[in-house]
């Protein structure tokens, strides 16, 4: 993996990450088409501190949103904690139990079996996408018919909402190319959340999932058997803190966009990009990517 690599797959995850289209496919696909093997553990590692530089660059771009919002007073702020809270608890309840299935059942009892192995495959990938994609659009097209009416104070985010998304991020965590931002976006905007509301809760989702996500891949860069110590961990991070570095800024730009089309009612045109996506990647496995 070249300095070029990284910032090819900064750019395309710093891109992606922020834009519910699955930036965990683009750079699955990114890594396939420059020859390089995503379920490897330092490509699992360098994809979450991907993550990690977007998880900056919405600290960055949100701070002055969340702080009128969730920080004006104690109560605001108590109630936002209470609901990233129970949203987070579901994720993970869900989308570790859902791993852990996986891990039992996907592999016929192999050994040492872990969900990343299927990470490569874009025979999974594709119908992801297509099922974030159909979420997407039909969240659109009923945000469109049904605009907010709800207290604007609270954006329609309340506990129901808060655990139906936190539910939705926990069944999107196994699965590459279903989009983690675009379907909790989604289900936000499908219960009623305001646009803008929807999209910062879900951020503020991504921030504190971020931190244990980079965990989890470095303990399993550790545990894997060709890497022992810590100057073949530090060597495998170097790579990812330069990564780390581009994809802020790529989501910063990324970020901004994303922001106008929720603005201007284009919500669904991501879930028709998710399907096209989703067709391409389907041909490119039948290709034997």
């Known amino acids: 993996m070249t300095l070029l690599h990284v910032v090819i797959l900064a750019i395309v995850q710093g891109l992606a990450e922020l834009l519910p289209v699955s930036s965990s496919a683009h750079v699955v696909v990114s890594e396939k088409l420059l020859g390089m093997d995503p379920t490897s553990p330092e490509m699992t590692l360098l994809l979450v501190m991907l993550h990690t530089g977007t998880m900056f660059a919405v600290i960055v771009y949100f701070w002055k949103q969340w702080a009128k919002t969730y920080f004006h007073s104690a109560e605001a702020?108590?109630?936002?904690?209470?609901?990233?809270?129970?949203?987070?608890?579901?994720?993970?309840?869900?989308?570790?139990?859902?791993?852990?299935?996986?891990?039992?059942?996907?592999?016929?009892?192999?050994?040492?079996?872990?969900?990343?192995?299927?990470?490569?495959?874009?025979?999974?990938?594709?119908?992801?996408?297509?099922?974030?994609?159909?979420?997407?659009?039909?969240?659109?097209?009923?945000?469109?018919?049904?605009?907010?009416?709800?207290?604007?104070?609270?954006?329609?985010?309340?506990?129901t909402q808060g655990v139906l998304i936190g539910i939705v991020q926990g069944l999107c965590l196994p699965f590459r190319g279903f989009s983690r931002s675009g379907a909790t976006i989604s289900t936000g905007l499908l219960a009623g959340v305001e646009k803008s509301r929807a999209e910062a809760f879900s951020?503020?989702?991504?921030?504190?999932?971020?931190?244990?996500?980079?965990?989890?891949?470095?303990?399993?860069?550790?545990?894997?058997?060709?890497?022992?110590?810590?100057?073949?961990?530090?060597?495998?991070?170097?790579?990812?803190?330069?990564?780390?570095?581009?994809?802020?800024?790529?989501?910063?730009?990324?970020?901004?966009?994303?922001?106008?089309?929720?603005?201007?009612?284009?919500?669904y045109f991501f879930g028709i990009y998710c399907l096209v996506a989703a067709a391409v990647v389907e041909a490119l496995s039948h290709m034997g990517y």
């Not at 209470?82 to 891990?103: C, R």
């Not at 989890?216 to 530090?234: F, N, P, T, V, Y």
């Not at 780390?244 to 970020?255: E, N, Q």
């Open 77 to 159: 702020f108590k109630q936002i904690v209470i609901l990233l809270f129970v949203a987070t608890a579901l994720t993970g309840v869900i989308g570790e139990g859902l791993i852990k299935g996986i891990e039992k059942f996907g592999f016929h009892g192999a050994k040492n079996a872990e969900v990343e192995l299927l990470f490569g495959r874009l025979d999974l990938i594709a119908p992801a996408l297509a099922a974030a994609g159909l979420l997407i659009l039909i969240a659109g097209i009923y945000e469109k018919r049904h605009p907010f009416e709800g207290v604007i104070s609270t954006g329609g985010l309340g506990m």
């Open 203 to 267: 951020f503020a989702l991504a921030v504190v999932l971020t931190p244990a996500a980079d965990g989890r891949e470095i303990l399993r860069l550790m545990k894997a058997e060709r890497i022992s110590g810590g100057l073949h961990l530090a060597s495998a991070m170097t790579p990812s803190l330069i990564g780390m570095g581009c994809a802020f800024v790529a989501g910063l730009l990324a970020l901004k966009w994303l922001s106008k089309w929720l603005e201007s009612d284009r919500w």
